[in-house]
């Protein structure tokens, strides 16, 4: 095994179609959209700089095109991370993404810490990698207690030790936690689901293919619990609903990168685009390309970036970005880069 000495290396699985996320995942992967004014590839780039990792396979899918363009700039900027594009013409599921990414990177002898590109949360990696190596564990998988609403799917005895997944387990005793989507890897498992993929083409499925044949054969899989802030942007509402949070509670995101600078509640990147006689109700987040005329009514809860907020417009509770001039009302909304979903708020 490699856990004690190797550098870890890192994938970010981001070739998803975000059907969820439709409209606005028609013209804009999923890893782009935006967070509080940043793409939220950009926050995953973030934990695997924080992590120690300098080489990061990145496997795509939908709209591949324009994630380049955006992530190298990115990767450079935190510490000139290194990248291996691993582009399939057809989802393959986590399984086939992964894999792919894994030998883009050359089937590095070394751990291999896996996120997905659309998540946000509060962790420290690099002590996750360490508490893996100290498991002697073939996989890590950081958890959180189950909430309302989102699946479980991990069983794990009290020290930590997985025992089953998706309601079958097979030992006394466990706790059910949720599934996060972040993975610390051992490559004697990346070769097992190598030759699982191999005679199993089409859409794989890590559980199914891999997690869980490791642990039926007696592999130590292993978990890791976080109780902290995790948000996995599956639809226009937990966007919507993430980014009101992070905005009422400034200090609820690490990596936010909202940093009031005017007055409470106000982040004004570029203020001399923001008329005086604008309307601003805190809290706002107005980025680089946010323009502001007289009269226009912003706030509360709302961040934009690459918008011009017309004498006539109001805004509450949205994000806009990329949408160019507006005016009207605008109201409980994501609207990205032309695409506009309404979101119902509770």
């Not at 013209?27 to 990792?53: C, E, Q, S, V, W």
């Not at 610390?184 to 293919?209: F, M, N, W, Y």
């Amino acid at each position: 095994m490699s856990h004690h000495n190797t550098p870890p290396q890192a994938v970010i699985l981001a070739a998803g179609l975000g059907t969820r996320m439709r409209p606005l995942t028609d013209a804009t992967p999923k890893p782009l959209l935006p967070f509080l004014n940043t793409p939220l590839i950009a926050y995953t780039l973030d934990h695997i700089a924080r992590a120690g990792a300098r080489r990061v396979g990145v496997n795509t899918c939908h709209l591949a095109h324009l994630l380049p363009p955006v992530v190298e700039p990115l990767a450079n900027a935190l510490g000139q991370l290194q990248l291996a594009w691993a582009h399939e013409p057809h989802v393959s599921g986590t399984g086939g993404g992964l894999l792919r990414a894994w030998q883009a990177l050359g089937r590095p002898d070394a751990p291999l810490l896996v996120l997905n590109g659309d998540a946000i949360f509060n962790a420290d990696l690099r002590r996750a990698l360490q508490q893996h190596r100290d498991s002697n564990a073939l996989l890590t998988l950081l958890t959180r207690p189950l909430t309302p609403g989102h699946p479980g799917g991990v069983f794990t005895d009290p020290e930590g030790r997985i025992t089953g997944f998706r309601k079958t387990h097979h030992a006394p005793h466990t706790h059910e936690r949720a599934y996060m989507g972040v993975h610390i890897v051992e490559p004697a498992l990346l070769e097992r689901l190598e030759r699982a993929v191999a005679h199993l083409p089409g859409v794989q499925d890590l559980i199914d293919t891999c997690w869980l044949p490791a642990l039926l054969d007696g592999d130590h899989l292993h978990t890791l619990l976080l109780d902290d802030f995790w948000v996995a942007m599956d639809t226009p509402a937990l966007l919507l609903d993430a980014t009101r949070r992070a905005l009422l509670q400034p200090d609820l995101f690490h990596q936010s990168p909202f940093r009031p600078t005017h007055a409470p509640g106000l982040a004004l990147l570029h203020p001399d685009s923001i008329h005086g006689a604008a309307r601003l109700a805190p809290p706002v987040f107005a980025g680089l390309g946010a323009q502001l005329d007289a009269g226009a009514r912003v706030g509360p809860c709302v961040t934009l970036d690459g918008t011009h907020v017309g004498t006539n417009a109001s805004i509450q509770n949205a994000i806009l970005f990329g949408m160019g001039r507006v005016e009207g009302r605008w109201e409980g909304c994501v609207a990205v880069a032309g695409q506009i979903a309404q979101v119902h708020l509770s």
